[in-house]
């Protein structure tokens, strides 16, 4: 007899919170939607979350909406891609009434692990390789360095500026510029929604991305999805000044690109992040049965 | 509250065989509130019915008695200052029964006064599944800077957040709290209670925290270690925020070991804030106040 597909939803962060455009819900929530049926087994589906729908599982991205996880029959998994707790965030109760957690770094995975026996399972950021199309061509010494994120993470491009005056590089950063980060030649703001704005051809200007190693306390919890992003658009990632010296040269900055990109698409892929969503799901509905 | 104490608004001579009356440090300053009425009722009752007066505080308060010591011919120094604050409290209270402090280094401190560590009935304070976060419970109003630990709260609070990425919550700041059920579930699901006060007698919301699980850092003062063994039952920090931001931050990041720390915190907790010890040691104090002046 043929087994009726399960019905799932993930409840967005950006649509909790009534934001728009929050990587983190593009990045783990609405690629996975749109990869979902790409992907074997075809025994379920995804949505973003609808008030009133009747659902088989749900996945809370970065939502802790405690009355209904314990109200709701179906599987429960709750995903960190942040360590929302040390900002006070009451996360114990969701835990306990979730079916298991996933996470996007396994820094995350290991904390989380200290406070429950469910399963915790790391499913990292991966990339849509639709999403970031375009390709850089690397012509010329390096002239141009960029750095993109949220601005409060900015700090961590102090410690490069004398460096890249150094070897007479500008350095672009692209960020909601709240603030500004005054150290740069040129500030771009986000604006997602404008369809004037292309992140893509923004980041392309520069001649590879900067992205120095984030020593603040938070930083080994961050996921690398800002380097896989770079590695898509066939830029070389910079986390030492001794790879900055090495990528100023075209050639290295080509042989760079391509072997990243094809470690993208093997293993960096979406597809694969369906794959282990799809697999916890089998599981927990298993496990589900057992009991 | 038995049938036979009441609060009473007034006193009525004849009506009552024992006054127990409310004072601390900042009692020495006339001018204030709280310090009239305190000398207007002692007044009134002093010599009519005994008198045992709980003092909540003790003589450290820089911010006030190092220029009132001054004024009075005092070397300006903080010591100076407390010795200041212990001849005009013994003049102040001169003719009580009994002065009631709430830890021994307070006893020491003024110099006189009986020790009675208050008591908590355990089963008020509820051991709840433990949300990973820390937590605070000191006043915010008013001068006493030295005496809550402000400073030490506050840098410490910065180097939590700059060093490790952890925030903090000061009740009664950051939390509203609606109700006492609102609060002891909130404290029950606390993992790491700090208390940075230098001054302040045995803070029962240190003492609320233990019996809660918390597990408490807490600074070593006023008997504080005493009872607490660092590392087994809570924390003691010195006065320094770096070492009380580790230690804090620590037990964020080990969630297993601070809910075992804090489970002893509680053990300790229930022997020592004992509710049946504290009763007796007031009904003895009471019972000998009373009969000594009946003799």
């Known amino acids: 007899m043929l087994e009726e597909k399960l019905k799932g939803a993930i409840l967005l962060f950006e649509d909790w919170h009534s934001k728009k455009y929050i990587g983190s819900s593009r990045i783990r929530g609405h690629w996975l939607i749109k990869n979902w049926d790409k992907v074997l087994p075809y025994n379920s589906t995804l949505e973003s979350f609808v008030q009133g729908q009747k659902y088989d599982f749900v996945i809370f991205q970065k939502t802790y909406w405690l009355d209904f996880v314990k109200k709701f029959e179906g599987i429960k998994i709750l995903d960190f891609c942040d360590v929302d707790w040390l900002d006070t965030v009451p996360v114990i109760e969701i835990i306990d009434n979730c079916d298991a957690v996933t996470t996007s770094t396994e820094a995350l995975r290991d904390e989380i692990k200290k406070f429950t026996d469910k399963p915790v399972v790391c499913i990292p950021d991966r990339q849509d390789l639709e999403f970031h199309n375009l390709k850089k061509k690397h012509e010329g010494r390096a002239k141009m360095v960029v750095w993109f994120g949220y601005s409060h993470n900015s700090k961590v491009l102090d410690k490069t500026i004398l460096f890249l005056k150094k070897y007479n590089l500008k350095l672009k950063v692209i960020s909601d510029v709240r603030p500004p980060y005054m150290k740069a030649d040129k500030n771009v703001k986000y604006d997602w929604g404008n369809p004037e704005f292309d992140f893509n051809k923004e980041v392309l200007e520069g001649d590879m991305v900067l992205m120095p190693e984030n020593t603040r306390a938070r930083g080994r919890f961050k996921s690398n999805n800002k380097t896989l992003t770079a590695w898509c658009l066939g830029m070389p990632v910079a986390t030492t000044p001794d790879e900055l010296v090495k990528f100023l040269d075209p050639e290295e900055r080509k042989k760079e690109a391509e072997l990243r990109l094809k470690e993208v698409k093997e293993k960096w892929s979406v597809e694969l992040s369906v794959k282990d969503f799809k697999n916890l799901i089998e599981q927990l509905k298993n496990d589900k049965r057992r009991r | ?295």
């Not at chain 2, 300053?29 to 505080?57: A, M």
């Not at chain 2, 605070?136 to 001068?143: D, E, K, L, R, V």
């Not at chain 2, 010195?238 to 509680?266: S, T, V, W």
């Open chain 2, 1 to 295: 509250m038995s049938e036979h104490l009441n609060w009473v608004t007034h006193f009525e001579e004849g009506k009552y065989d024992l006054a127990i009356l409310h004072v601390d440090q900042q009692c020495l300053l006339e001018n204030l509130g709280k310090s009239k009425v305190f000398r207007q009722v002692y007044s009134v009752v002093k010599g009519k019915v005994p008198v045992i007066v709980i003092n909540h505080g003790t003589p450290v308060y820089p911010e006030m008695f190092i220029q009132l010591a001054q004024m009075d011919g005092y070397r300006v120094t903080e010591e100076a200052a407390e010795e200041w604050a212990r001849v005009k409290m013994r003049k102040l209270l001169d003719g009580v029964d009994e002065m009631v402090v709430n830890s021994h280094e307070a006893q020491k401190m003024w110099g006189w006064g009986q020790t009675i560590i208050h008591g908590l009935d355990p089963n008020e304070w509820w051991d709840l599944r433990k949300e990973p976060r820390v937590v605070t419970f000191i006043s915010p109003a008013g001068i006493g800077d030295k005496y809550y630990g402000r400073r030490l709260f506050s840098d410490t609070r910065v180097l939590l957040k700059e060093e490790y990425g952890v925030e903090s919550l000061w009740i009664g700041q950051d939390v509203f709290i609606r109700d006492w059920d609102d609060y002891r579930t909130f404290i029950g699901k606390s993992l790491v209670y700090f208390n940075p006060t230098i001054g302040s007698p045995m803070p029962r919301s240190r003492s609320e925290a233990m019996m809660s699980g918390c597990c408490v850092v807490t600074t070593p003062y006023q008997d504080a270690d005493t009872f607490i063994q660092d590392g087994v039952n809570g924390f003691l920090c010195k006065n320094n925020p770096e070492d009380a931001a580790k230690k804090i931050a620590d037990m964020i990041f080990n969630y297993q070991e601070a809910i075992k720390i804090g489970k002893k915190g509680r053990e300790t907790a229930i022997k020592l804030f004992n509710k049946e010890r504290y009763q007796r040691e007031w009904l003895e104090l009471i019972s000998k106040v009373t009969s000594k002046n009946i003799c």
